[in-house]
């Protein structure tokens, strides 16, 4: 089982809004790190700290946090960007353990 | 550029063991550690754990301990994932990931990935 919950699916209308969330006790204290993967391909990291975007990541990927839960907002979705997402972090251990979340599943419409 | 290539697919019966590897280029390689994530068919990433390259010291998740092993041949900057008594519930592709930072879970790159396949 996952320290990190995420809705299995998510669906946004092409050009809309759309947030996937990652919730889990240790997002009080550490940042997550999203990830996009696409079938059949290896991850690619999309956001890490607090809205860091690696290089050649659009910008209408941004990340925020609240308490438990961090988010990834995707503003203006676009058909290349239905993909499985899954967010990472360290556990609650105390020790320099990361753990994935469950993924969502994004599909637009 | 930063490059991580991994070993081709395998197919192994129960019981067995197979030994992943992973070849860097691109940086130094005792400078950042390496991680090594598994996805079983049709499911989400499992952090199996991450070796310092510069100590060779391993951290395994709590599921991983005991049958899964990290390695390292620092000569040739190369890391592997041995995997001993293989179970069909081992079946999924392995991928070995580097952190954007030396120790970090922030993965950035990423090997193309290993299928192990664990069929009688």
Not at chain 1, 47 to 55: C, D, G, H, Q
Not at chain 2, 34 to 49: D, K, S
Not at chain 2, 56 to 61: D, I, Q, R, V
């Amino acid at each position: 089982s996952s320290e990190l919950t995420q809705d299995p699916a998510v669906s946004v209308a092409l050009g809309q809004t759309v947030r996937i969330t990652c919730q889990g006790a240790s997002l009080r204290y550490y940042y997550a790190s999203w990830y996009q993967q696409k079938p059949g391909q290896a991850p690619i990291l999309l956001m890490y700290a607090k809205n860091s975007r690696p290089s050649g990541i659009p910008d209408r990927f941004s990340g925020s946090s609240s308490g438990d839960t961090a988010s990834l907002t995707i503003t203006g979705a676009q058909a290349e960007d239905e993909a499985d997402y899954y967010c990472n972090c360290r556990d609650n251990s105390g020790n320099p353990n990361w753990v994935f979340g469950g993924g969502t599943r994004l599909t637009v419409l | 550029q930063v490059h991580l290539v991994q070993s081709g697919s395998e197919l192994k019966k129960p019981g067995a063991s197979v030994k992943v590897s992973c070849k860097a280029s691109g940086y130094i390689f005792t400078s950042y550690a390496m991680n090594w994530v598994r996805q079983a068919p049709g499911q989400g990433l499992e952090w199996i754990g991450w070796i310092n390259t510069k100590t060779g010291n391993p951290t395994y998740a709590q599921d991983f301990r005991g049958r899964f092993v990290f390695s390292l041949d620092t000569s040739v900057s190369t890391a592997y994932l041995q995997i001993s008594s293989l179970e069909a519930g081992d079946t999924a592709v392995y991928y070995c990931a580097r952190p954007l930072s030396a120790t970090g879970y922030d993965l950035i790159y990423w090997g193309q990935g290993t299928l192990v396949t664990v069929s009688p």
